[in-house]
């Protein structure tokens, strides 16, 4: 059982707008920064977003995040077939003294 | 350009020890608090431990503490992650990454099992 919850699977057709959602409490997201992850099968994860809504350099502007509360999201503008992927948020906690990340959410391009 | 290398995995008995280490270059090592994340197989991402840029502050998950300890070299360019008393459930690929993730070596497993 993550800390951050996050739905096991999302699902969308090429160019549909997808959202991932991330919920969490006052102990984590309900004070702290929001981090979201991308990890293709087989490889390393990578940052995708970083305090709430930042994108490194390279991440294309489909991707955006927010925050509200004690939840944030993920958003793709118009998914793509190579978007296929797990997706990770995570956040600082104060109550475990720790980082906690979501359980993941799988997303299937149909 | 930025590149972190784990090393130092393999297969362990339960109850024995092992010690990851992850070579940084290309980034001025000593700036950067450092972050070990491991994944188990065919789970999910799992923080286990961080280190402040100089040194002094360490935190790690519940299930590690007293039994893992991260330390780095900033001469060296290196962070480790020292792994006593393995169970079967610290049975995962270890990546290391600078800061929360914003750069991720490509990660090393570690397999404990009799």
């Known amino acids: 059982q993550s800390v951050l919850t996050q739905p096991p699977s999302a699902s969308g057709t090429p160019g549909q707008r997808v959202t991932i959602s991330c919920s969490g409490s006052?102990?984590?997201?309900?004070?702290?920064?929001v981090y979201w992850y991308q990890q293709l099968p087989g490889t390393a994860p990578k940052l995708l977003i970083y305090i709430n809504n930042q994108r490194p350099s390279g991440v294309p502007d489909r991707f955006s995040g927010s925050k509200s509360g004690t939840s944030a999201s993920l958003a793709f503008s118009g998914v793509r077939s190579e978007d296929e992927a797990d997706y990770y948020c995570?956040?600082?906690?104060?109550?475990?003294?720790?980082?906690?990340f979501g359980g993941g959410t799988k997303l299937t391009v149909l | 350009e930025v590149q972190l290398v784990e090393s130092g995995g393999g297969l362990v008995q339960p109850g024995g020890s092992l010690r990851l280490s992850c070579a940084a270059s290309?980034?001025?090592?000593?700036?950067?608090?450092m972050t070990w994340v491991r994944q188990a197989p065919g789970k999910g991402l799992e923080w286990v431990a961080n280190?402040?840029?100089?040194?002094?502050?360490?935190h790690y998950v519940a299930s590690v503490t007293g039994r893992f300890t991260i330390s780095r070299d900033n001469a060296r360019n290196s962070l480790y992650l020292q792994m006593n008393s393995l169970r079967a459930e610290d049975t995962a690929v270890y990546y290391c990454?600078?800061?929360?993730?914003?750069?991720w070596g490509q990660g090393v497993l570690v397999t404990v099992s009799s």
């Open positions: 990454s600078r800061d929360m993730g914003e750069t």
């Open positions: 290309g980034f001025t090592f000593s700036d950067y608090w």
């Open positions: 280190i402040k840029q100089d040194g002094s502050k360490k």
């Open positions: 006052s102990s984590n997201i309900g004070k702290y920064d």
């Open positions: 995570a956040a600082w906690d104060d109550s475990l003294s720790g980082w906690v």
